[in-house]
């Protein structure tokens, strides 16, 4: 059990351009989450899908899209890189559906640390 | 307005000196509140979940409390590889983006 993978581990990018940042996990979990982590600042929620084909913006959704295609894999688009953007990234997952599951825990990967200069 | 705060930002501890991490919230429907473990460089590890006041929970020198205002992590005779940031976060009642992280404590335990 691989638990939660992040590619790539680290990216610089330039202003404007664009890259996908991957997230794939293989414990059936069907609520998968994008959250970045700036210094001083807690986690922030981007992009959420509760399923395959169902997705919802988060707390602060501009600048990125996501797709979410199978259970295992949901990708972080960013469009037009802006230094703003400079940020650590987490995809994480947890699993909906048994009794109290709404309070079961995420499993986080080991993130993205993307510059944009 | 929902909102986590965690204190104090950074704590040094000697070696086998016991101390408390504090997180304090106010959240409308408190589903649960949950504690992770962030090694640099890594994603947030799971500790515990408490779901009401009164509430404890233990694992090796690491003990949680709840009340309805707050939550403390207490660490008991630490040790160097307890040194991590340590994260709290809320659950409230309210929609699937519902879950709030506060910005964590810096925790370094020094040999």
């Known amino acids: 059990n691989a638990g939660v993978t992040q590619t790539p581990k680290f990216r610089i990018l330039k202003i404007g351009q664009s890259m996908t940042l991957q997230c794939t996990q293989d414990m059936n979990h069907n609520y998968m989450y994008w959250y970045r982590q700036d210094p001083g600042m807690g986690l922030k929620l981007i992009y959420y899908?509760?399923?395959?084909?169902?997705?919802d913006k988060g707390e602060v959704p501009n600048g990125y899209n996501v797709s979410r295609s199978t259970t295992e894999d949901f990708p972080l688009r960013l469009e037009l890189a802006a230094p703003s953007q400079t940020s650590v990234y987490f995809c994480?997952?947890?699993?909906?559906?048994?009794?109290?599951?709404?309070?079961?825990?995420?499993?986080f990967g080991n993130g993205t640390r993307l510059t944009v200069t | 307005e929902d909102q986590v705060t965690q204190s104090p930002e950074a704590l040094r501890l000697q070696e086998g000196e016991s101390s408390s991490l504090n997180c304090s919230y106010t959240?409308?429907?408190?589903?649960?509140l949950f504690w992770y473990r962030q090694d640099p460089g890594k994603g947030p590890e799971f500790l515990f979940t408490l779901y009401s006041a009164g509430e404890e929970k233990e694992k090796e020198r690491l003990k949680a409390t709840l009340t309805k205002k707050e939550s403390f992590l207490h660490i008991t005779a630490p040790k160097p590889e307890d040194s991590a940031t340590y994260l709290c976060a809320v659950h409230r009642q309210t929609g699937a983006n519902n879950l709030f992280f506060g910005t964590g404590t810096r925790l370094t335990v020094i040999p």
């Open positions: 959240v409308s429907g408190l589903r649960g």
């Open positions: 899908s509760v399923g395959a084909g169902i997705t």
């Open positions: 994480a997952s947890r699993p909906v559906g048994a009794f109290r599951s709404y309070n079961s825990p995420l499993h």
